[in-house]
């Protein structure tokens, strides 16, 4: 490994030029300057819609820039043919914010989509096996390449995504939000892996809203912010408060309003007695108090998401299960997400892709969807709904270049504030938000935070499933703490620690009876 | 800006066929033609306004043809048979109205349950349901034709060749459909419905929509509809065999599609529909009316404007490069 060489002077494999770009005349990147050097990991930084994934994507080919130019190995690249493809040949790749794995092919197969090997006329199946498990197996991960996809947890798919860029030939990786969807163990596999890369003379672009991360992993980081870029730093010259500065443009000192106390003779809003999960060991039950933030916490895989969405009839419980829920005292029925959006319980997907927005649809219709009885009797009262709608676009503050894009031309958190003003319009008195901060800038998440505590001022009793300690501990009255599909323990604000929180996460300690204890 | 432009395409291609007729042949432009266009337009166009919801909600219903044989063969045999109990014409018209809507729901109802609740692909039911109705038929008629009784065809063919306002009973049939169609998809709950859980039924069912019945109503209306088709059908040849209907599907489906609505789902487009009804006739009315193209090539230029619909569609809502 020639170390000292990478550190002496880097070579430059990719710089842009005075970059810009508009959609529908909208100017979304305003001449910007980055350089990718060998070895370097380049973090990107900036709020939500501010054009990280978009610049990305002009390196990556997947977009083409109005303006400015792209040098790669010295030379400048021909942009108006710029395409993945060339991209590619050049080593230059990326893995987006949105996976695009195909779900029921094979994880060989996926590697090898689109340029499958052949032996004559055939696919060579034993080949494309052999070479995929030797990509896995060099980013030290030990998958076989004969699972479907739709098996794979997202770390996992993850992992198939950059196997899928034949690691070898790679000499500028691009990461969009990769830790968005991971645990903290399984992030830092990646950031080793970052780092393997980075030694291997690799120039890596990470975009991130984690900040520690960015300390820990970025030798430079790029800010933008409104598409402008407002500075290149080294890491050694950056604290995390000048990152939050340059990025929001103000200070944030407190991320977490202070959490309110409860009275002391609260009220059970809801509660989930004997709740059978379809494939969970056990019965689970849990009380909700008026007016509180109950965190769910737990490793990803542990059923979170699985119970509430059973409790909201999203998930069918097994036949036979004797599962009750009393909602302020009364024994109601939710046999569908109809039900329970009627009762007032709400429950906001931790995917937004794949089941939270309408990506084809326009925005004012995503909107719309879930609370649509508010602005319809025989039709659809068409003012009401456009009005609320701008409201909305306001008051969660929405960036988008025009009102008119399909969602799934929002930035990504910007698709996680639609989708939150969406379940919002419904007024729910029950919120479950799963996740609801991923993918989030920290400006807009201490808004989040903001806004689900005027919710519970106003009333509003909040689920809070997040597999991000600090938010838990930052926001929540109390939490459950979910291990393999049962409730490990419940533990009250007094009694937060992370260290104490992680124990019941990992299976270390168990309140409800027959423990497991981990050797 | 670009989009709206794109999305009026059908309407120019309407503008320019119609061009096109009045500069091969003088007689194109004669009320007489325009107006047996429109009557003609309008069994496919109302089929295909309801094709126009089964798609955009993510289906296909393959066996409105066959259904539209079914249903007139029962209706014929329903008034036939009524003649022996009564004399009212009227009373016999209307009774045969009643069922053949009652007929067209059913199987639509059919068509939808099968494919929500025994969870087979629309396409498979319909094919399954398409040779189920075109046999039922060919049996009712046992391989020859069913003939409607002339008391009951006389009166009833007031239906077909009477006019209001100068236009043909068919053609206002059309439009009260287009427009209830227009209605229900764009400003109704339902509509919106329909459209979400076409564009990606997973999110549908996030969204607190019940899936499985949205899906069940877009099917039921398709019956609906190819129970007014028929209602309006049956006067004009005053018979029914298992050669009644023959490919009508196909034609519905293009009509939705050269009207912009997307095969995929998600998005349906009403009056796009009723121009995609009226440019397949036109197309065989201007080749009626020219010696350039052998009437034999109907189909073949239907096809190809089907194919250009798509591709000049192609840029309307891709969203990916
Ligand atoms: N294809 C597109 N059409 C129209 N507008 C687009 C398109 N792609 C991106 N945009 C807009 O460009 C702006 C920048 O988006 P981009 O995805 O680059 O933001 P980002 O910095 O990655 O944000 P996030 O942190 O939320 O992922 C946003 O306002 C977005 O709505
Ligand atoms: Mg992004």
Redesign the interface.
Same mark, same amino acid.
């Given at each position: 490994m020639s170390q000292s060489t990478v550190q002496l002077s880097p070579e430059m494999l990719l710089e842009g030029r005075s970059i810009s770009k508009s959609f529908g005349g909208i100017k979304v990147l305003h001449g910007i300057d980055i350089e990718l050097r060998a070895g370097e990991v380049h973090a990107l930084l900036g709020e939500n819609g501010a054009g990280k994934s978009t610049l990305c994507k002009i390196l990556c080919g997947?977009?083409r820039p109005d303006a400015g130019e792209l040098i790669s190995a010295g030379s400048a690249l021909c942009l108006r043919d710029w395409d993945p493809r060339k991209a590619e040949r050049r080593g230059i790749v990326m893995i987006h914010q949105e996976f695009n794995l195909a779900e029921q092919l094979s994880i060989a197969e996926n590697i090898f989509l689109g340029r499958e090997l052949r032996r004559g006329p055939f696919l060579d199946y034993r080949t494309m096996t052999r070479e995929a498990g030797a990509y896995l197996r060099s980013l030290n991960c030990e998958l076989d390449p004969g699972t479907r996809v739709s098996e794979l947890s997202v770390a996992d798919r993850q992992m198939v995504e950059i196997a899928r860029t034949r690691v070898g030939n790679v000499r500028v990786l691009v990461l969009d939000e990769p830790t968005a969807v991971l645990t903290g163990a399984e992030s830092e596999v990646l950031y080793e892996l970052i780092r393997k890369l980075a030694r291997e003379g690799v120039a890596v672009v990470f975009i991130s809203h984690k900040l520690d991360e960015i300390q820990r992993l970025a030798d430079r980081v790029s800010i933008l912010r409104d598409g402008n870029l407002v500075g290149n730093f080294a890491i050694g010259d950056l604290n995390r408060e000048d990152m939050v500065r340059h990025m929001v443009g103000r200070d944030i000192d407190s991320l977490f309003p202070p959490v309110r106390p409860l009275p002391d003779d609260f009220v059970k809003v809801l509660e989930v007695r004997e709740l059978q999960v379809r494939d969970a060991p056990e019965a689970v039950g849990f009380d909700l108090r008026q007016g509180e933030v109950l965190g769910f916490f737990g490793l990803v895989g542990s059923g979170r998401s699985s119970l509430l969405e059973t409790v909201t009839g $999203?998930r069918k419980p097994p036949v036979g299960s004797r599962g009750r829920i009393t909602l302020n005292g009364r024994e109601v029925d939710i046999p =569908?997400?109809?039900s329970?959006?009627d009762l007032g319980i709400s429950?906001l997907?931790k995917d937004r892709a794949?089941?939270? $927005? $309408?990506? =084809?649809?326009n925005l004012r219709?995503n909107f719309? /969807?879930?609370a $649509?009885?508010r602005f319809?009797g025989? /039709?659809?009262r068409?003012k009401e709904e456009a009005s609320a709608f701008k409201q909305a676009i306001d008051e969660f503050e929405i960036r988008c270049p025009s009102l008119e894009i399909?969602a799934?031309?929002l930035s990504g958190g910007n698709q996680q504030k639609l989708l939150l003003a969406?379940f919002l319009a419904a007024e729910p008195r029950v919120l479950i938000v799963d996740e609801p901060t991923r993918g989030i800038d920290i400006g807009t998440r201490s808004q989040i935070y903001l806004l689900l505590d005027s919710l519970v001022q106003s009333g509003t009793t909040i689920i809070l499933i997040s597999s991000d300690i600090t938010e838990i501990i930052g926001m929540c009255h109390r939490v459950a703490v979910m291990y393999r599909g049962s409730l490990a323990g419940t533990l009250d604000r007094e009694e937060f620690s992370e260290r104490e929180i992680m124990r019941y996460a990992t299976g270390l300690k168990s309140r409800t009876g027959n423990s497991q204890m981990k050797q | 800006m670009e989009r709206h432009l794109k999305s009026a395409g059908p309407f120019i291609a309407l503008l320019a066929l119609v061009l096109a007729g009045a500069l091969i042949n003088d007689a194109f432009l004669s009320a007489g033609n325009l107006v047996n266009i429109l009557a003609r337009s309008s069994f496919i166009g109302i089929i295909a306004i309801g094709a126009t919801f089964v798609i955009s909600g993510g289906g296909i219903d393959l066996s409105v043809g066959a259904m539209a044989a079914f249903i007139s063969g029962c209706m014929i045999l329903l008034m036939n048979f009524l003649l022996g109990f009564t004399d009212s014409v009227p009373l016999i018209i209307t009774g045969a109205l009643l069922a053949s809507l009652g007929i067209g729901a059913a199987a639509g109802l059919i068509n939808g349950l099968l494919t929500t609740k025994a969870r087979i692909e629309a396409f498979i039911v319909t094919l399954g349901t398409m040779g189920i109705y075109r046999s039922l038929v060919t049996w009712l008629a046992d391989g020859g034709a069913l003939t409607l009784n002339f008391t009951v065809g006389d009166l009833y063919s007031e239906v077909y060749y009477g006019r209001l306002l100068g236009l043909p009973y068919p053609v206002w049939i059309f439009l009260a459909t287009a427009t209830s169609g227009y &209605?229900l998809l764009n %400003?109704? &709950?339902f509509g919106?419905?329909c459209? @979400?859980v076409g +564009?990606?039924d997973? &999110? @549908?069912?996030? +969204? @607190?929509?019940?899936v499985d019945r949205v899906r069940t109503t877009t099917f039921v209306l398709q019956g609906i509809c190819v129970s007014i088709a028929t209602i309006i059908y049956v006067p004009r040849l005053g018979s029914a065999s298992g050669q009644t209907g023959i490919l009508w599907e196909l034609e519905a489906i293009a009509a939705v599609i050269i009207g912009g609505t997307m095969l995929r789902g998600? %998005?349906g487009r009403i009056w796009g529909t009723v121009a995609g009804a009226l440019i397949l006739t036109l197309i065989g009315n201007i080749l009626n009316l020219t010696d350039a193209v052998s009437n034999y090539l109907n189909g073949a230029v239907q096809g190809i404007i089907v194919i250009v619909a798509v591709l000049l569609q192609r840029g309307v809502?891709s +969203?990916r490069?």
């Open positions: 997947f977009e $999203l =569908d997400p109809r329970a959006r429950y997907t794949g089941r939270g $927005l $309408l990506l =084809d649809q219709m719309s /969807l879930y $649509l009885s319809a025989a /039709l659809i068409a399909s799934g031309k969406k | &209605v %400003h109704t &709950v919106r419905h459209l @979400a +564009s990606n997973k &999110v @549908a069912r996030y +969204s @607190a929509i019940n998600g %998005h809502w +969203s490069p």
